[in-house]
């Protein structure tokens, strides 16, 4: 019997170029798409090819390995399942499975996963190949049939999002929580937007700490900055409770930040917009100005800040953008109500 490891190995070999799989999380599909590629930059993947459909992004290339995915995957918050791809089928081809060696290393099982569209997609085909393989001695996994769009993937997978540990920390959980924190999945999605994968992380406006939180526990060295004491206290508190200890936490103010020039690697973080969070007495949009200032001072050349607005403010903040010597890299829209529409910018220091 070869082991997992070498089965592995030989499937990667026998693909000449390999294609791996990403389901991207369906309820802010576009920031999930952005995740990826900022983790495929921060996992140092220049070279690849990114096809999107529904829900389903699949990478080629040759700078991406099995560990680098699952490591990917392990990071993400937005990403809910990866692997590799053994076969792709358009729903109409008969002979797609005629030349794929690899397969016959697939587990007998096949679980299926429908997205949309996906009557026509070669399903069937992909599943009775993995019902008919005869070589049990070489099997290593249970395939995954992914169909979105017309078309269908056979995939062996790899690494999947891990719920029940999000749900650990979930801001309601945590002893400290105000309703202005924000969910475990999106402040994990902010941080990675930096695309960094080491250094130092900032939040100058953390709150209850979840996006500190999820920095820290990537890996970063991580500070934290807020203007409320009773906010620093209870933040403190959801730090104990998680056992980390070592997250720098500052009182102090945005609009000056008490660290040195050129010294952060990458910042995110959710300011308020003086509704559910209070501003402390200052203009929302002298706010903007005063913080997009000093990160721009604290950040490192090439840093990304990733931060939200609402959507009211989207002038003022695309003004300051290019006043205060940063290069736009995305905007996307999250729909919190039909009052607000909070929009998630990231921008990198020229
Ligand atoms: C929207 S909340 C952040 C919520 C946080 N992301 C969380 O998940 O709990 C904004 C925070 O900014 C703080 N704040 C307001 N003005 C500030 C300033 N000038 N400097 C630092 N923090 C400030 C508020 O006290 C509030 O805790």
Redesign the pocket.
């Known amino acids: 019997m070869i082991s997992v490891r070498d089965s592995l190995k030989q499937l990667e070999s026998l693909q000449k170029n390999r294609t791996y799989y990403f389901i991207l999380s369906g309820r802010y599909e576009a920031l999930a798409l952005d995740e990826l590629t900022s983790l495929l930059k921060a996992f140092n993947a220049a070279n690849y090819k990114l096809y999107h459909y529904t829900q389903l992004a699949l990478v080629e290339s040759s700078d991406v390995s099995t560990s680098t995915l699952q490591s990917i995957a392990a990071r993400a918050g937005l990403i809910k399942e990866a692997g590799l791809v053994l076969a792709l089928s358009d729903g109409n081809d008969a002979h797609l499975l005629e030349d794929l060696d690899v397969i016959r290393l697939v587990g007998r099982r096949a679980n299926k996963t429908s997205i949309r569209g996906a009557s026509n997609c070669g399903a069937e085909i992909l599943e009775n190949y993995v019902s008919g393989v005869s070589e049990p001695q070489a099997r290593i996994g249970v395939a995954r049939i992914v169909c979105t769009e017309g078309i269908g993937v056979m995939g062996l997978t790899l690494a999947k999002l891990d719920t029940k540990d999000f749900k650990h920390r979930e801001?309601s959980k945590r002893p400290f929580f105000?309703s202005?924190?924000?969910p475990v999945y999106l402040?994990r999605t902010l941080v990675n937007l930096t695309a960094i994968r080491s250094g130092t992380i900032l939040?100058?406006?953390?709150?209850?700490?979840?996006?500190a939180i999820e920095a820290a526990l990537i890996g970063f060295r991580t500070i934290c900055?807020?203007?409320?004491w009773t906010?620093v206290r209870g933040f403190h508190r959801n730090l104990k409770y998680l056992n980390l200890s070592h997250v720098e936490q500052i009182a102090?103010?945005?609009?000056s930040l008490p660290l040195a020039s050129s010294t952060i690697n990458g910042a995110a973080t959710?300011?308020?917009y003086g509704r559910?969070?209070?501003?402390?007495r200052?203009k929302v949009g002298e706010?903007y100005s005063k913080?997009l200032a000093e990160l721009s001072r604290v950040l490192v050349s090439g840093g990304r800040a990733v931060f939200m607005a609402p959507h009211w403010l989207s002038e003022r903040v695309e003004r300051l953008i290019n006043e205060m010597g940063f290069r736009k890299i995305s905007r996307r829209y999250l729909y919190v109500h039909g009052a607000l529409t909070r929009l998630v910018y990231v921008v990198e220091k020229h």
């Open positions: 801001p105000r202005i924190a924000l402040s939040d100058p406006f953390c709150g209850t700490g979840s996006i900055i807020d203007l409320d906010i102090g103010d945005a609009r959710d300011p308020p559910a969070a209070s501003t402390h200052e706010l913080f």
